[in-house]
């Protein structure tokens, strides 16, 4: 039986007083979902694909069908998926504090059918569809036998909503992502290796401007040793442990 995980009243407190609670959430928060992660050397994306021949556009340019089959494939797993204790958490999270910010990495919509509100997607989300050459979102498309689907205004391919490799993140989302890390009073940061950036920046400007960092992960990542607290655990045990402390 797992040990109970225990919370030190001055974090409680400072949960509590907070003004601005951010979370940082990647692909750890989704695995209890039965979302793969990336970098999970046994089962984790990136050790069963090449991200290069799937997640570049060079890759798109390359060969695009295979690039949206593999999208697809990804697209029907998350629809099966549901969300986790750890999504459900940070939504009653964000009920209960003043002002919440969840900046996410995950492009799978889990913690928005948890039904999280202010959710800030650096990555983009797998179920949007958006043209190739306009950049904007598309509603309806059609598949035609093998060929990828193509903007319904000007006949470029159609390519999935998310950010690859050597893309620039959504200035918007950016932005407002460095604002709540400026602004947050605690960020907790579950379930991501922190080793991606702009993402794995905003934990360390959010300490510089004050803020308490806490991580939630199993493993150790470069942010352990300079995190305030460290929960080694998962993110499907922790959180609610945490929300159930908070409730009394
Ligand atoms: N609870 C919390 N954390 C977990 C759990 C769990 N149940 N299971 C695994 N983890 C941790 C792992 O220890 C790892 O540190 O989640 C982290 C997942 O790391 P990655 O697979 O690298 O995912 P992420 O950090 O989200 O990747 C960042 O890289 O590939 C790109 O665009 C992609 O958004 C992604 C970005």
Redesign the pocket.
């Known amino acids: 039986m797992t040990a109970p995980v225990s919370f030190k009243p001055e974090l409680i407190a400072a949960l509590r007083d907070a003004r601005l609670i951010a979370a940082l959430?990647?692909?750890?928060?989704s695995?209890?979902s039965g979302i793969?992660?990336?970098?999970?050397a046994q089962d984790?994306?990136?050790a069963r694909f090449d991200?290069r021949e799937l997640?570049t556009p060079e890759a798109f340019a390359r060969n695009p069908k295979r690039v949206w089959d593999w999208y697809a494939w990804r697209r029907e797993r998350v629809a099966a998926a549901r969300p986790?204790p750890?999504h459900y958490a940070l939504a009653e999270l964000e009920g209960r504090a003043s002002e919440f910010a969840l900046i996410t990495?995950?492009?799978d919509g889990l913690h928005q059918r948890a039904g999280s509100r202010n959710v800030i997607e650096?990555?983009g989300n797998i179920a949007r569809v958006k043209c190739s050459r306009e950049g904007t979102c598309v509603e309806r498309w059609e598949t035609r036998g093998e060929e990828v689907p193509r903007c319904p205004s000007c006949g470029a391919l159609l390519r999935p909503d998310?950010?690859?490799?050597e893309e620039l993140l959504p200035a918007d989302a950016l932005a407002k992502a460095e604002d709540a890390a400026r602004r947050c009073d605690v960020l907790l940061v579950?379930?991501?290796?922190?080793?991606?950036y702009p993402?794995?920046a905003l934990p360390s400007a959010a300490s510089a401007a004050g803020a308490i960092v806490v991580e939630?992960?199993?493993?150790?990542?470069p942010l352990s040793h300079s995190a305030d607290y460290l929960f080694s655990?998962?993110?499907?045990?922790?959180l609610p442990a945490l929300l159930e402390r908070l409730r009394v």
Do not use: K, M, Y
């Open positions: 959430t990647g692909a750890g928060i695995a209890e793969a992660t990336f970098r999970d984790g994306l990136w991200p997640a986790n750890g990495q995950n492009v650096l990555h998310v950010v690859w490799f579950v379930g991501t290796s922190a080793e991606v993402a794995a939630v992960n199993p493993n150790s990542t655990g998962a993110a499907g045990v922790v």
